[in-house]
């Protein structure tokens, strides 16, 4: 089993203003105490558990890392109101690749194939051979076709909604991000069948 660490959430472009810098720091702190508990139960649960082998994935470790890879870090691909039901960006990167962020919290695609490369490298070669297929629990960050589906395919939004960019390609299939995400990364790195989405575009449930 691999946990994802809670990403800092000093991250998100919207908390590095200058007025939010206090707030950003204590919930920053909120995270380290987080992940440092986390990682404190990951242990107890591998040492008490019979047979469970679970890795602890630090993100933010990698976060820290790629701007030494990114042209931006601290501002978002998408310009604008920020996953509104008229979502009308002001301006949209030509060069996502470049950045950390595609909205004010979602990573690129490029982000999340760098998680997945870290990921493989956080996994045991006993467990990367004996694992046949992925069972994935999460947020946004690892939704790919949940919202979508309940939405009946409205959300997250295909290409911008309203205003002078309408029509403009905004998220890619079904996920919170201009493409694949992590785990569908990490599903082609290690020769798996990407997991089916809980919802169906239908809004139905699907197990």
Do not use: K
């Not at 990403?7 to 707030?23: D, K, P, R």
């Not at 009946?152 to 205003?163: C, E, H, I």
């Amino acid at each position: 089993m691999l946990s994802l660490s809670a990403l800092s959430v000093g991250m998100i472009s919207f908390a590095q203003s200058a007025e939010a810098l206090t707030v950003t720091e204590e919930l920053n702190q909120l995270t380290a105490e987080f992940n440092t508990l986390l990682d404190q139960e990951i242990d107890t649960l591998n040492n008490t558990l019979l047979g469970s082998n679970i890795s602890l994935l630090d993100v933010n470790m990698l976060v820290d890392l790629l701007p030494n890879e990114l042209a931006e870090t601290t501002q978002s691909c998408v310009q604008g109101p920020f996953l509104t039901p008229t979502l009308a960006p002001t301006s949209i990167c030509t060069n996502p690749d470049e950045f950390l962020l595609f909205d004010e919290v979602h990573p690129t695609t490029f982000v999340h194939s760098r998680i997945a490369d870290t990921a493989v490298t956080a996994l045991a070669p006993d467990v990367i051979d004996q694992t046949t297929n992925l069972v994935i629990f999460g947020d946004s960050l690892s939704d790919v076709g949940n919202v979508f589906g309940f939405s009946n395919g409205t959300f997250p939004f295909p290409a911008a909604v309203q205003g002078p960019l309408a029509g403009e390609p905004l998220y890619a299939g079904g996920s919170f991000t201009n493409g694949p995400i992590w785990w569908q990364y990490l599903t082609a790195d290690l020769g798996l069948p990407d997991p089916v989405a809980y919802y169906a575009e239908d809004g139905r449930a699907h197990v």
